[in-house]
């Protein structure tokens, strides 16, 4: 299932999207969680939480969803 993630800004950073998504609370959780667990941003492994996040971009994440970057 695909989920659209509205941001109200040019971009957003992973760490803050997944904050926004719900997926995880604290930056402290967000900064092992992409260090144990794949996210893929348009197809690519990503690790890095303040990787930007640009209106279209897809962001994957195994075991949760797939989710897109839309501005609001």
Known sequence: MNQ????????IPLGQFLK?????????MIKLYLADNPVLVNGELENRRGRKLY????VEIEDIGKFTVIKQ
């Open 4 to 11: 659209n993630i509205e941001i109200k800004t040019e971009f």
């Open 20 to 28: 926004l998504a719900n997926i995880l609370e604290s930056g402290g």
């Open 55 to 58: 209106p279209g971009d897809i």
